[in-house]
């Protein structure tokens, strides 16, 4: 079908209309299986009923295109009532709308991805609003799907024409607007209108960085996802670890298993293109003010040319998907801190000035830097609290990846130079800088550790490390070049939105990945400003940590799910869109499949 428009209203001309030759064939079709159906479930052969009830459902996409074309056809004559084909003003009701309103209700009942009806539900359910009442049986419809706490049009004798071309969306607002387009703030936004349908076009994505996945451009040249992509998709339930969206794939996008920073953005930029998400870049977010059942969001703009700008948009809820790595841990870790550099801020390790280096932390991030560095032929000292080359756990979150392990057993082998120096467990107190020249790291050693090693793991003792001494003792290193900070990062909540969550504490008895996270409910809304949600790597629940990608996209449903029904949006709908996202292991509201081994080295 076609879509044409003409001075009176709109007309449809078909290209190509199979639909009537094919009615009867399909009619035949679903009538033999649901037979079949029927006598496979009286044979109590359940399975078999089951799997011929599902080919009979086949026929719903093709059933949802007819029930749009059948919404459209009833529609375009009522829009020239409204309009007036010779300019004269005709008032119409919503009760006159009803049909076709429920022709594309169904549609998208039968195929929640159909966009087309998604399109002509979220414009009709508009036009609605600033229509007479009339008889109304369908008014409590439109207002439900689309339940934005915005003052509607008292003027029953209201039309089209008297609502100026931008006025509606400046009255209305938008949807959701999503702060951060790294992999959370991009993942939700397709969930969001993908999955659960919403108009991309009110669905406001802001990024204060120059570009989609700034975050992820300003890692340091050798870094790489320690999770690896691998394009299963088709063989098996799962999907690639690093995708947010499912139906794509890192791996296959850039034919990368292990990515740097840059290439993922560039995956994240053609998926934000592919949906035809709405991202606004080079817009910082300043305040969230709650206000009349929606939020003012303000926001500096600004462009490469120009001086930066003071906008406020308006938009029922929030999303918070700001992340973590652009707000480093580099003020409270120990005492001189102000002399160090934060592992963050290294562009490359083979181009950082100086070949001898101090790490502290001895997590992920230190133990890749300890790599990079050896790699790039120079010398170093990592200092951590915990031997973490020696940790085993259930949970992935809480041990070095088998990734990183793998490069630090090829970096500390026999025969390899220069190796890094690994001690642990130790306690850095304060950096000192030394009048001679360069800096004294002093540290204390902690507790010998006592490792639990599994026997059907590869213990990797073998990495071994500096001898521990007595407990309590201290030691000095040395280092002519400003100790790196490895020490993780305070995140965007912390350090952007404490007025917009309530973080855990003493109080809440909180240990291990809970201590300073958001609190959040079971749909991931703040407690302290409904309306807002949590999404992404800060995400925690009891003693677990989303954050891994893979972990954490399957809250992006949940989220979807409560918002939109805070909308209104049609349950049936939200219904198939949950049930969806399930089969993509995309919604996880059940916990009891996940482990957790919160502790220090989170």
């Known amino acids: 079908l076609a879509r044409c428009r003409t001075k009176g209203g709109r007309i449809w001309k078909a290209r190509s209309s199979p639909m009537a030759s094919l009615q009867p064939t399909l009619a035949e079709g679903v009538e033999a299986h649901a037979c079949r159906a029927k006598a496979l479930l009286e044979g109590e052969d359940y399975e078999g009923a089951a799997r011929e009830g599902s ?14 074309v059948r919404g459209q056809a009833l529609l375009s004559p009522l829009l020239d009532r409204v309009m007036g084909a010779d300019g004269d003003r005709l008032t119409v009701c919503r009760e006159d709308f009803k049909a076709a309103y429920e022709a594309f209700r169904l549609a998208r009942v039968m195929d929640p991805n159909n966009a087309e009806a998604a399109m002509e539900l979220e414009r009709l359910s508009e036009l609605l609003k600033r229509l007479p009442d009339g008889a109304n049986p369908s008014a409590e419809e439109a207002d439900h799907a689309h339940a934005h706490d ?65 975050s992820f451009r300003t890692w340091p040249e050798e870094m790489r996802f320690i999770s690896p992509s691998f394009n299963q998709q088709g063989w098996t339930k799962s999907f690639d670890l690093n995708s947010v969206a499912y139906g794509t794939s890192p791996a296959y996008t850039l034919h990368a298993q ?56 308006r938009a029922r809820f929030v999303v918070w998907a700001a992340g973590e790595f652009q707000y480093p841990r580099e003020s409270c870790c120990v005492a001189g801190a102000e002399l160090c550099m934060h592992n963050s801020r290294v562009r490359s390790w083979a181009s950082l ?106 213990t990797l003792a073998e990495i071994g490390g500096a001898t521990a001494g007595a407990e309590g003792s201290e030691v000095v290193v040395h280092t002519p070049q400003p100790p790196v900070l490895c020490t993780g990062f305070e995140g965007s909540v912390a350090a952007a939105a404490r007025d917009l969550f309530d973080v855990a504490d003493a109080s ?39 954050c891994f990608i893979y972990k954490f996209r399957q809250r992006f449903g949940i989220v979807a799910n409560a918002i939109c029904r805070a909308l209104g949006r049609d349950i049936s709908a939200r219904a198939l869109a949950v049930e969806n996202c399930r089969k993509m292991n995309m919604y996880m509201d059940d916990f009891s499949c996940c482990e957790g081994a919160c502790g220090e080295a989170c």
Not at 387 to 393: P, S
């Open 55 to 68: 080919r009979a459902l086949d026929i719903l996409p093709d059933l949802a295109v007819v029930s749009v």
């Open 150 to 214: 915005h003052d509607h049009a008292q003027d029953n004798g209201i039309t089209l024409e008297e609502v100026p071309a931008g006025d509606e969306d400046e009255a209305t607002g938008l949807d959701v607007i999503v702060i951060g387009a790294g992999a959370a703030g991009i993942g939700c936004a397709c969930t969001l209108t993908m999955a659960f349908g919403l108009d991309a076009s009110r669905v406001l994505v802001l990024e204060r960085g120059e570009s989609i996945g700034t």
């Open 258 to 313: 292990h990515p740097s920073g840059k290439q993922y953005a560039s995956y994240l930029a053609e998926l934000a293109e592919a949906a035809k998400l709405n991202v606004q870049t080079r817009a910082e977010v300043t305040r969230v003010v709650p206000v009349e059942g929606a939020f003012d969001v303000h926001v500096r703009a600004g462009g490469a040319e120009g001086e930066p700008r003071e906008d406020t948009l």
């Open 353 to 458: 000035p100086g070949d001898d280096f101090v790490l502290i932390g001895g997590y992920e991030s230190g133990v890749d830097a300890a790599v990079n560095l050896a790699k790039a032929g120079k010398q170093s000292t990592l200092l951590s609290s915990s031997a973490t080359w020696n940790v085993q756990t259930a949970d992935p979150s809480t041990e070095l990846s088998p990734y990183t392990a793998e490069r630090l057993r090829d970096v500390t082998a026999a025969g390899f130079s220069p190796r890094p120096r690994l001690l642990a467990p130790l306690r850095v107190v304060r950096v000192e800088r030394v009048e001679g020249g360069g800096f004294h790291v002093v540290a204390t050693w902690k507790a010998a550790e006592d490792f639990q090693v599994s026997q059907h793991r590869k």
């Open 508 to 546: 809440d008895q909180a240990k291990g990945c809970l201590a300073g996270a958001p609190l959040l409910t079971a749909e991931d809304e703040s407690t302290k400003v409904p309306g807002v949600f949590l999404v992404g790597s800060l995400v925690r629940h009891g003693e677990l940590s989303f």
